[in-house]
């Protein structure tokens, strides 16, 4: 074995540690950073009294995008879902996106539907355009019909079909806390100049779901459901409420946001081409306020709620994960101008850097982490001691974090009323960085794999549904 061999692997091994440590430090000071914000919220949340917003002229109309593709089972229910919202004057479109079973049926005996001529025009190019419906029975639905195109591609035809300036799109199998666009539109009432907001997230998987509505919040039974629990409260609760105080944040999950909708059609809606539509339209959103110079910004808000089904399969799970750093990849190579580049503020400066360095890079560096520390240790020049402290700064700082997020969560919208689940959610924390962190390392080295053979597939996203 040469000298030069061991030292390189040594000196590897050390800015290894020294990366993860930079990384996780940073997830450190947004949790840091998000600590006021989570106080700002809440003491908003405390005194807010929401049904004075009902009858308020104050609330801007909101236009809800729901597209739908096979969904007959469970459709009817989530429309209902959506007009019962509260909130004084909404409108839900759903797209139906060449759906091969009954949705379009369902939701024609549902809701008496009948159709109507176009009575909006083509603002962003999509697949071709079937039939326009309105409803007898609920006059603020609007469905449109048409050819196959994917996610993006129906989001974008609701856009266009949008009779307000507020958009939000949902998933369809998503559910919408009831109080929720009453929430997401706070900033709105605060007179600041939002392009865009997030809401929270969480995992509906265990839940008492009743008519489309979280009843009862339990932590799921399943291993893999519920892991992911505080995975989701980590991002959530701090990850992205820290990214308000560093120039906004990059991700306004697709499941659920708000935007400004004469901004989407400034940039022609959603990529089509892009599997993370959503990282990819809200990076694209960044680049052109600050080009144009139009103060904006783009804030998470942590107490408007909808929750999902979250994978409970290693499969379906894994192709998420996939798709997801896949997309990651995709985004930040076709918007690589904006890296370190002071012409986009700290969104070029701080927040691409970030997610370049510190998110697309990290299952790389981390495998190579596991090959050159146990390469050490096997030949005898590396300590086990090396290997903890690697071991340390790579999984404990994170585990760390998880739990913490956990904590923050028990002691703020304490959304979860058993002691039970608060402890299982803990358990949770403490096991994620032992064999599941690894499957997330490897799922998302075969986004890089997948993005370097040009894949733009999905993959099949198996759901089982919502007990009701």
């Excluded at 820290?242 to 906004?248: A, H, S």
């Amino acid at each position: 074995m040469s000298e030069s061999f061991v030292e390189f692997v040594v000196a590897a091994d050390r800015a290894i540690i020294w990366y993860f440590l930079a990384v996780n430090s940073f997830y450190a000071l947004l949790l840091f950073l998000a600590i006021p914000e989570i106080w700002k919220h809440w003491k908003i949340m405390r005194n807010e009294d929401l049904r004075s917003y009902v009858g308020s002229d104050a609330l801007p109309p909101i236009s809800i995008l729901m597209p739908a593709h096979d969904m007959e089972a469970s459709i009817t229910d989530s429309v209902a879902a959506q007009l019962a919202l509260e909130y004084p004057q909404h409108e839900v479109i759903v797209v139906n996106d060449g759906s091969t079973d009954n949705t379009l049926e369902k939701l024609r005996e549902a809701f008496d539907l009948y159709e109507v001529p176009p009575a909006f025009p083509r603002r962003i190019e999509t697949q071709p355009v079937r039939a326009f419906y309105r409803s007898r029975t609920r006059p603020a639905l609007l469905v449109v019909d048409k050819e196959r195109g994917g996610k993006a591609d129906a989001l974008n035809v609701a856009i266009s079909s949008a009779r307000y300036p507020i958009v939000v799109p949902v998933d369809a199998d998503t559910i919408v806390a009831h109080d929720a666009l009453l929430r997401l539109v706070r900033p709105f009432l605060l007179g600041e100049h939002v392009a865009a907001a997030g809401g929270t997230i969480r995992v509906a998987n265990g839940c008492d779901v009743q008519h489309s509505r979280v009843q009862d919040a339990r932590v799921a039974r399943g291993f893999l459901a519920a892991i992911q629990v505080p995975e989701y409260l980590r991002a959530f609760l701090f990850g992205r409420l820290g990214w308000n105080r560093l120039g906004g944040n990059l991700i306004v999950s697709g499941a659920f946001g708000l935007f400004q909708r004469g901004y989407l059609l400034e940039i022609n809606g959603y990529h089509a081409g892009n599997v993370v539509e959503d990282l990819d339209l809200v990076v694209r959103l960044h680049e052109y306020l600050r080009k144009r110079k139009i103060p904006y910004d783009i804030p998470f808000i942590p107490d408007p709620v909808a929750w999902t089904e979250v994978p409970s399969d290693l499969r379906t799970h894994g192709r998420q994960r996939e798709r997801w750093h896949r997309g990651l990849i995709l985004t930040m190579m076709n918007h690589r101008r904006l890296l370190l580049n002071p012409r986009y503020g700290r969104i070029g400066l701080v927040t691409m850097p970030f997610f370049f360095f510190g998110e697309m890079l990290a299952p790389v560096i981390e495998l190579l982490g596991y090959i050159l520390t146990a390469i050490g240790i096997a030949m005898g020049f590396l300590s086990p001691q090396f290997a903890l402290l690697f071991l340390a700064v790579a999984l404990g700082y994170q585990m760390l974090l998880s739990i913490w997020a956990v904590i923050l969560e028990e002691t703020t919208f304490h959304l979860y009323n058993r002691f039970s689940d608060f402890l299982r959610m803990l358990g949770y924390a403490v096991l994620e960085p032992f064999g599941y962190r690894q499957l997330t390392v490897f799922w998302r080295l075969k986004g890089f794999w997948n993005a370097l053979r040009g894949l733009t597939h999905w993959g099949e996203m198996r759901r089982k549904g919502f007990a009701s």
